[in-house]
């Protein structure tokens, strides 16, 4: 089965048909990619330290227009975690100098990097999503 064909129904499950033809999608991994109003990074910050962190977000809020939005989801470090969440954290801590970063951590990050934010959610499994913009912007 070749990607194109396994991407479609994600795509259309996720995109509404008349916004799809608009939309780039370039999963990767490394820097964020730039150029668009609307970027979606997924877990970036989890293997980057608290500078690198706050470099990749700095370079994707210097790409975004000054209306721009940057989502972007993270694992946050749960008040009780439980032992997978601990080994996560420490497995993450000690390959990448990073870990599992609290709600608060991460917001702080956020801010070093020159971005504000607009709104929180809670999306499921200890993850969260941001939505973003230029400290400066809208």
């Known amino acids: 089965m070749s990607s194109s064909i396994r991407r479609r129904p994600l795509a259309a499950a996720l995109l509404d048909t008349d916004v799809a033809p608009r939309v780039e999608r370039s999963p990767r991994t490394g820097p964020v990619p730039h150029g668009g109003s609307t970027v979606l990074v997924s877990r970036l910050l989890e293997r980057l330290a608290d500078e690198d962190a706050v470099l990749a977000l700095s370079e994707a809020a210097e790409a975004l227009p000054a209306d721009g939005t ?25 390959l990448f100098g990073s870990g599992l970063r609290t709600q608060e951590e991460l917001e702080t990050l956020v801010e070093r990097a020159g971005l504000r934010i607009r709104r929180r959610e809670d999306v499921g499994w200890d993850h969260r999503l941001w939505v973003l913009g230029p400290a400066g912007g809208r």
């Open 70 to 94: 940057l989502l972007l989801v993270e694992q946050i470090r749960p008040a009780d975690p439980d032992e997978d969440a601990a080994l996560q954290h420490l497995r993450l801590a000690c």
